[in-house]
């Protein structure tokens, strides 16, 4: 038999119930086994375990099989991650009957807009589901896998789901990490969007033009969609996006005047559709947008703050107007009320301006910092830290964007997960400097106390990095912590608002 007719036999059992495993220790006698390299270690090294389960099939990269598939049929694909994805459309079905998929990537602002996506398409009658970082969820159902974007077959899988479930349009986050382990293979994309490139996950993309590569691989044609996704929204804003947008044309949306923009990219004759956003105003109540896009011209007022949000609310937008709505239709986003744990304002007796947001990049803190700096409070006081086990990079640089714009910085713990909490808060440490003070605390609640008791009436608290995260990782344990809970239970129960306390341990940076 050759390849092609044992891939296409073994495509259609797997069609026909035939399960499919990527870990060894998963196989049941007769399933699929897989094998994918992985950051720490091949899957092919553990052939011979799926093999000693009694696994029917193999699926492995040219050359890794060996003479270890006694028992089982040992087939070499020329990329076992692209195989995976086409036994699992054929498994769930998504192959033939999927809703409509619009893919968000980028470093921030992806979580924001697959909501603002969500009430968009919603308010204009479509079913609509989302697949992020707060989970997925759709009118009928949810999954929680923990990860932005999930396996390949739990995506499918998931997919599958929702559109039993009547789901029209599917609206997901792809991490980077997913782009780069084609988490997404065997789906094809009717909206790619790019939001922005700024540093983030050097530790697994090691330099940023391999970061950029990788989300840009989610514009490019590949093997399930030879023609690339039939819609591309990219933030003309960002350097990154111009390359993206010099390559394969598309929704260019910017926050500048869209008139420098060119109107097809330099690479090919792809257009370039432009959409331009003017800030008319940004104060406590929100933001005024204005809009123009080939002719038409409207207005949008928002509850969000932020020129970040600004530019999150147009990126949603152009995805809208490439699935076909009219533009009369976008005052929809005005109801819009804004996504746990993203400049959420957390509501308290005492009437304090308490945010929490989840920044956890040097420049969504630049973001969101300078957001709250525009809303004219007496003093910003920022509580954050970084998280463990993740770029290390980008720790003296957040440190940095925090003592630029706030008066007094809170160092404190984000997740540690396996390492030294005091090794991180020195990373962060060696980027502060300049105008802010100091308070250095390495537990996260009673860094919130601390920060609670110097505040007065009229500043303003940002508390960032967990955002929704309902638990806080140390070593191998979850504890539960979500930062708008811990910051009411303090002052529901604690000693409450020490308004005009005296600064006790601050210190100005070095
Ligand atoms: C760095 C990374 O993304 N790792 C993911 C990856 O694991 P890996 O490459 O390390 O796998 P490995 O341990 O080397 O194993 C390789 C292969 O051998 C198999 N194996 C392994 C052991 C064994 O006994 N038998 C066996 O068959 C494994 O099942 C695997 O298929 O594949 C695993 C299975 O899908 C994921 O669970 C895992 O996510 C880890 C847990 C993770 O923390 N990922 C984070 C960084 C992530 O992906 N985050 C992004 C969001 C980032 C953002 O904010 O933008 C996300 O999308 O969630
Ligand atoms: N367009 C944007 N540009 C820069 N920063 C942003 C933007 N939108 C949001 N942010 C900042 O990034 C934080 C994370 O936003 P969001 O959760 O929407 O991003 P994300 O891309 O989904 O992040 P993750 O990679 O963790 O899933 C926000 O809390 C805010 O501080
Ligand atoms: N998706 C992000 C989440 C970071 C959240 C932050 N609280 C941290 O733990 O670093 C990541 O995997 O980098
Ligand atoms: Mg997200």
């Not at 093999?51 to 040992?74: E, F, H, K």
């Not at 929204?233 to 260019?252: E, F, S």
Request: negative net charge; contains cysteine.
């Amino acid at each position: 038999m050759s390849f092609n007719e044992a891939w296409h036999a073994l495509k259609t059992e797997v069609r026909n119930g035939r399960m499919v495993r990527t870990h060894s220790g998963q196989v049941q006698p007769g399933d699929v086994f897989v094998a994918l390299a992985g950051t720490r270690v091949s899957g092919s090294t553990y052939i011979a375990e799926a093999i000693a389960r009694n696994a029917g099939y193999v699926v492995t990269g040219p050359g890794q099989g060996g003479d270890s598939s006694d028992g089982a049929l040992l087939l070499e694909h020329p990329d076992p991650r692209e195989a995976l994805g086409e036994l699992a459309a054929a498994h769930f079905g998504t192959d033939a009957s999927c809703p409509l998929l619009v893919g968000v990537t980028g470093t921030n602002g992806k979580t924001t807009i697959i909501h603002l996506l969500e009430h968009l398409l919603r308010s204009a009658g479509m079913r609509v589901g989302l697949i992020g970082t707060i989970g997925a969820t759709w009118p009928g159902g949810s999954f929680t896998s923990g990860m932005t974007t999930p396996d390949c077959w739990t995506l499918h899988q998931i997919l599958a789901r929702m559109r039993d479930d009547g789901v029209t349009h599917a609206c997901m986050e792809v991490s980077s990490h997913a782009l780069q382990q084609k988490r997404t293979a065997g789906l094809r994309f009717e909206v790619a969007a790019l939001t922005n490139i700024t540093q983030d996950h050097l530790d697994y993309h090691q330099d940023m033009e391999s970061y950029y590569q990788a989300k840009a691989r989610l514009f490019a044609p590949n093997a399930t969609q030879p023609e690339g996704p039939k819609h591309r929204v990219i933030n003309a804003d960002d350097p990154y996006g111009q390359r993206l947008l010099n390559q394969w044309g598309g929704v260019a949306y910017t926050l500048h005047d869209g008139g420098r923009l060119p109107k097809r990219g330099q690479d090919s004759s792809a257009a370039i559709r432009i959409l331009h956003g003017e800030m008319k105003s940004c104060d406590r109540s929100g933001l005024e947008l204005r809009m123009d896009f080939e002719g038409q011209s409207w207005v949008l007022d928002s509850s969000l703050v932020g020129r970040h949000n600004a530019s999150n609310l147009l990126a949603a937008q152009g995805v809208g107007l490439c699935l076909g709505l009219e533009s009369s239709r976008m005052t929809a986003l005005e109801d819009f009320s804004g996504v746990p744990g993203r400049l959420e304002r957390v509501t308290n007796p005492l009437g304090l301006n308490i945010f929490v947001d989840y920044a956890h990049t040097p420049d969504a803190l630049e973001n969101v910092l300078n957001a709250l700096r525009e809303l004219r409070f007496e003093r910003l006081i920022v509580v954050f830290g970084c998280g463990g086990n993740r770029d290390r990079a980008k720790r003296p640089l957040m440190g940095q964007a925090v003592c630029r714009f706030a008066d007094i910085a809170v160092l404190t713990s984000d997740n540690p997960r396996h390492e030294d909490p005091e090794t991180i808060l020195n990373d962060v440490q060696a980027g502060l400097g300049g105008g802010a003070a100091v308070i250095r605390e390495v537990d996260r609640k009673r860094a919130i106390e601390r920060a609670l008791e110097v505040m007065r009436p009229d500043d303003v608290l940002l508390v960032a990095g967990k955002g929704h995260e309902a638990t806080q990782q140390i070593g191998e344990e979850y504890f539960p912590f979500h930062d708008p809970t811990v910051i009411r239970r303090i002052l529901g129960e604690g000693p409450g608002h020490a308004s005009g306390r005296v600064l006790q341990a601050v210190r100005p940076c070095a």
